[in-house]
């Protein structure tokens, strides 16, 4: 079973409309962090946000913001008043803290953002 | 700070012929680790280190070889390339102490482009 699900294999969002980046999660690791990457056309993985497990609000970080709803397993990137250069690939991913081992990033295959003026 | 440093940038080897991909970090970051990302695929972890001298493989170690002998460099080897093993590789670090949060974020490097012919 995939660990990282994002449903939306593209998006097509209009100037400043806010955007709602979908990620689901699979994981029985009680202590667990949520990541979210940025990856522009040059191809550089740029890190957003992060929410851990046991974080009780949703982080912010400028015009980005994560949805936690633990209960549902989702994580989804919200990015208020978009812009052209938002327009990118975005990962979630995950990361399992109990488990000891690899401590890697889990991700998912991607959502491709295309902001239109 | 250079921060994660990644050379080439672009490689492209016959099957059968070895190469070693450089990644070097000066955050002082104890571990290191390369993954790997295919067309429509996030990025998967292929080796890793907790620290100079110990190596551990990831999701993909397939193929390739790591060492790491210093905190600052952490080469991945191809030794015998394949069509397969096309790909973008990245190198990532990250801080390892027990602040958590925000400060386990994986710094990437900007990537190598590798095609096997």
């Known amino acids: 079973a995939q660990k990282i699900t994002q449903t939306q294999p593209g998006m097509f969002v209009q100037e400043k409309e806010a955007v709602t980046l979908d990620c689901t999660y699979d994981?029985?690791?009680?202590?667990?962090?949520l990541f979210w990457y940025k990856q522009p056309s040059s191809g550089e993985m740029i890190f957003l946000i992060y929410?851990?497990?046991?974080?009780?609000q949703n982080a912010t970080e400028g015009r980005y913001s994560l949805n936690f709803q633990k209960a549902r397993k989702s994580a989804n990137l919200v990015i208020s008043a978009s812009q052209l250069g938002d327009s990118a690939m975005y990962f979630c991913a995950m990361r399992e803290y109990s488990g000891g081992g690899a401590d890697g990033l889990t991700f998912g295959k991607g959502t491709h953002l295309i902001i239109q003026p | 700070n250079a921060g994660v440093t990644q050379t080439p940038k672009f490689q492209v080897l016959k099957t059968g012929q070895s190469m070693t991909l450089q990644c070097a970090q000066d955050m002082n970051h104890e571990y290191m680790s390369w993954y790997r990302q295919d067309p429509g695929m996030g990025l998967r972890l292929i080796h890793y280190s907790v620290g100079a001298g110990i190596t551990d493989q990831g999701e993909v170690p397939n193929g390739y070889n790591v060492s790491r002998s210093t905190t600052e460099d952490f080469p991945l080897r191809l030794l015998s390339a394949a069509p397969s093993q096309t790909s973008v590789y990245f190198c990532a670090s990250k801080y390892t102490g027990l602040a958590g949060g925000t400060s386990n974020e994986q710094f990437f490097g900007p990537g190598t482009r590798l095609t096997v012919l």
């Open positions: 929410q851990g497990s046991y974080d009780q």
């Open positions: 994981t029985s690791d009680p202590s667990y962090g």
